[in-house]
């Protein structure tokens, strides 16, 4: 929690320091910063790389490949960790340990990368989502186990980084929500909403009212009439049977609108639901092995509150999981809780339930029942701004590369593309969108960014 009494994402990973290195570019500015800070503020007079004590740096999965080999072997390793990184030509993984750092190496022969950098983008689940799902079941030896846990916090590491200094509402509901419903389509409008209210948007990654919900903030800023037809091409699927996830009309709306690039919306599924796919909707995918683990990073960081749109066990799982954080709070560490559908929650007795159990706690104020989607977004909105938190003002903030802490971002000498920060060798960027940065060159008494 932080000191304004709202979940942060650093009660369970990121931080996002300068000394957390997740790409290339990332890395080049770190050492051009350090040599920097060497010459002005510790007096040290033409400053070369040897000079660098790189002991805290932590190196997560970045491609080093083209790092010239007479520049390499000038580093100051000791106490380094390399994080399954790719190193440069000629150079291996034992001679790096040689020079007194910490080198783990990502197996070849598993369907995921367990020591990863940054979450899953769409065009790289899709393909190999099904496989690992297959070794999930198979692999349940503790070898397996030791490289999934591996993987999980490697994604709440990245979940946290791309978090941190946003406002996060979370969206829970079921998995069987028909995609020409009423319900649906509500669902899909409100999180458009949300997100151009300024806030990211959150599900359990699934299909159903996670699906839409992913939808809505995927049509960010887009026109009543992209609206209109994203929903009828998504609603032309009418298997009401809850048993089929088909890929058809998700794949319709991606063929006429693009895949997500930079819209803020997060999906956290896991595979051990894994008969149910991801959808296609997200922005970013943080796919868990565990779903406990998964679970409680979901609810973490949701600072702007979450909400309950009709589901079964699962959704009030996460109500009364989400009430007791807010039960046992410190005093204005609340966050709100939104009931989506007075009929359905009051039929079964939840909302009733939570209202009794937060009666003369402070949480009791942030509860709300309503089948509308302005009071909805007026209750968050009001919350959000009385408790200070960061909206996202502009798309240029959304295309910001987050993964570089803000004292590394005007020492990117290159550009810097958030579509290909990961695993570029294997995903195809869908847009070449560009964030340009002022250029430094070596020219270390330059001023950094006030």
Request: aromatic letters at 12%.
């Amino acid at each position: 929690m932080s000191d304004n009494g709202l979940p942060q994402t650093v009660a369970f990973a990121g931080g996002n320091g300068e000394n957390e290195i997740e790409t290339y570019t990332e890395f080049l500015a770190k050492v051009r910063y350090s040599l920097y800070k060497l010459r002005n503020e510790e007096g040290v007079e033409s400053p070369k790389s040897c000079d660098i004590s790189m002991s805290d740096w932590i190196m997560q999965s970045v491609d080093f490949s083209c790092e010239p080999k007479e520049r390499w072997d000038s580093y100051r390793f000791e106490g380094t960790k390399f994080l399954g990184c790719r190193f440069p030509p000629g150079v291996s993984a034992s001679s790096v340990r040689a020079r007194g750092a910490e080198v783990f190496e990502n197996p070849s022969n598993l369907p995921f990368t367990p020591a990863r950098g940054f979450m899953y983008r769409q065009e790289e689940l899709q393909p190999i989502d099904d496989e690992i799902y297959r070794y999930y079941l198979r692999e349940v030896g503790l070898g397996s186990i030791v490289f999934q846990s591996l993987h999980d916090t490697s994604i709440a590491d990245a979940l946290g980084d791309y978090c941190e200094g946003k406002c996060v509402v979370g969206i829970m509901g079921g998995h069987s929500l028909w995609r020409h419903s009423m319900e649906y389509q509500r669902v899909v409008r409100l999180c458009k909403a949300l997100a151009e209210l300024g806030v990211v948007v959150c599900t359990g990654g699934g299909p159903g009212a996670m699906e839409a919900a992913n939808l809505g903030a995927y049509l960010y800023k887009r026109s009543e009439a992209d609206v209109e037809r994203a929903l009828e091409i998504i609603g032309q699927d009418r298997d009401e049977s809850g048993a089929n996830y088909k890929k058809e009309a998700p794949l319709q709306v991606l063929k006429e609108f693009g895949y997500p690039t930079f819209q803020p919306s997060v999906g956290i599924p896991t595979w051990f639901y894994g008969h149910e796919p991801s959808n296609m909707f997200a922005t970013w995918i943080g796919k868990y092995f565990s779903n406990a683990m998964r679970e409680s990073h979901l609810l973490d960081i949701c600072t702007g509150g979450v909400i309950f749109t009709r589901g079964a066990a699962g959704t009030r799982q996460e109500i009364f999981q989400f009430a007791c954080t807010n039960h046992y709070a410190k005093p204005g560490r609340e966050a709100p809780m939104v009931f989506l559908g007075e009929e359905f929650w009051a039929e079964f007795g939840v909302y009733k339930l939570v209202q009794d159990t937060a009666r003369g706690r402070a949480y009791s104020e942030h509860l709300l029942c309503t089948d509308s989607i302005e009071k909805v977004v007026t209750h968050i909105s009001t919350y959000v701004k009385k408790a200070g938190l960061p909206l996202i003002k502009s798309e240029e903030e959304l295309r910001e590369p987050f993964w570089i802490s803000p004292e590394l971002r005007d020492w990117c000498e290159e550009d810097v593309d958030i579509d290909v920060c990961h695993e570029s060798d294997k995903v195809p960027p869908p847009v070449q969108r560009l964030v340009r940065r002022r250029t430094f060159g070596q020219h270390f008494n330059s001023p950094i960014r006030k």
